[in-house]
């Protein structure tokens, strides 16, 4: 296993880095006043779209998708690009156009989609032009159990009938979202895993009621288009518009996911690097009992912790990463769950301990470690939460010595 980068990814780092330095940190500011200042909460303030086009111009765009409607990236490629966005995570990514959920449903209409639907919806997305949610969670069943979604969605002739209520769709509320992959039963009484399948229905279909965008510790995630709260009634969609085939929502969100994961995993590195240097700062520059607080044996721990911590997770989503483009997502099972488990967890970890050094700022808004540490809480539920990750694992590694 060869973890360098190679020569493109050095010059894309390069590339990247200096767009962080000029356009990004920059704009952090501006981002927080304009979303102060803004009337509708779930538009993206003025400043990403000025970022968009900035990176636009510089070829730093669409750099999670591989193969030729994307950047062509491998997974190992990327995963050091994904880390330095990670630095500011509600303004990179969307600023590279690699903001979820954008991003695994561009994936899924890239593998899955139609000719047509590719047309449609894929092109606009992967130009910046539109947006777009995911809806999957329900309130009314364990979503860790995504065989449980109890959304019907029946054939009618040359039309599907959607009925149901989503929560947590992801980029619903963005004035901008356009169409929504929904996930719903098509047959109940199939094999557990073939029940479910995917379609493609327009956020402004009649039927569609978006009732409220979800709160995240108090946060609104207004930047990442709202965690939205989605009644389907008798949403009516062409047969058309099926994602894949018929029973293949499974394993179609199970293709979605795995990419996703080590996105997620590789960010958050990017916050656990941020937390840290601004640890490292207030520590150097914050006397108490008349010392800097670096001079204290638990900050100076504090900060040894975080950096062995960091370079253990970044050492083990590169080799998932070379695993994801060696032998495939399949192959890399073990791997995949292994970070989604160890990268969260500790990331908060490494966030609280800034929090701690920051005192009271550092739950103030007058830095971003009260958001970030929200943002890495999250992760331990989105994509699958800790414990189903770990029931998994532990099931396949006892395979190993019982019959």
Request: aromatic share 6%; hydrophobic share 40%; net charge negative.
């Amino acid at each position: 296993m060869d973890f360098s980068f190679d020569a493109r990814t050095e010059e894309l780092r390069g590339r990247l880095l200096a767009f962080m330095d000029e356009f990004v940190y920059p704009a952090e500011a501006v981002f927080a006043e304009q979303r102060a200042s803004g009337i509708d909460p779930w538009s993206p303030p003025p400043v990403v779209q000025e970022l968009k086009a900035a990176a636009r111009e510089r070829g730093l765009w669409n750099l999670f998708l591989p193969g030729e409607n994307g950047a062509g990236l491998t997974n190992l490629q990327y995963a050091p690009l994904a880390e330095i966005t990670g630095h500011s995570p509600h303004l990179a990514p969307p600023a590279l156009n690699c903001a979820a959920p954008d991003t695994g449903n561009m994936e899924v209409l890239s593998e899955f989609g139609s000719d047509e639907q590719r047309k449609t919806w894929l092109e606009p997305l992967l130009a910046g032009e539109i947006r777009s949610a995911f809806a999957m969670t329900e309130p009314e069943v364990a979503s860790s159990d995504a065989a449980n979604i109890e959304t019907r969605i029946e054939r009618d002739g040359d039309e599907y009938v959607v009925n149901g209520r989503k929560w947590f769709t992801s980029g619903a509320m963005n004035p901008n979202c356009r169409i929504m992959i929904v996930m719903g039963k098509t047959d109940p009484s199939a094999e557990r895993h073939r029940q479910q399948s995917m379609v493609l229905v327009p956020r402004d279909a009649p039927g569609v009621d978006v009732r409220r965008g979800m709160r995240v510790f108090g946060y609104d995630d207004g930047d990442h288009g709202g965690h939205a709260e989605v009644v389907f009634t008798d949403v009516r969609v062409p047969v058309a518009n099926l994602v894949g085939e018929e029973g293949g929502g499974f394993a179609i969100a199970q293709a979605r996911l795995g990419p996703g994961r080590i996105h997620h995993c590789m960010r958050a590195i990017g916050i656990a690097e941020r937390a840290v240097e601004l640890m490292c700062r207030r520590a150097a520059s914050r006397v108490a009992f008349g010392k800097p607080i670096a001079a204290q044996g638990v900050v100076q721990e504090w900060i040894a912790d975080s950096r062995v911590e960091i370079e253990q997770l970044r050492l083990l989503v590169l080799k998932t990463a070379w695993l994801m483009d060696t032998v495939g997502n399949r192959g890399a099972h073990t791997e995949i769950q292994s970070i989604k488990i160890a990268t969260p967890l500790a990331v908060q970890r490494i966030v609280d301990r800034a929090i701690q050094t920051h005192g009271a700022a550092g739950v103030s808004q007058d830095t971003p470690l009260a958001e970030l540490w929200a943002q890495v809480r999250t992760l331990r539920l989105a994509d699958g939460p800790d414990e189903v990750h770990k029931r998994s694992l532990a099931r396949r590694e006892l395979k190993k010595y019982t019959v």
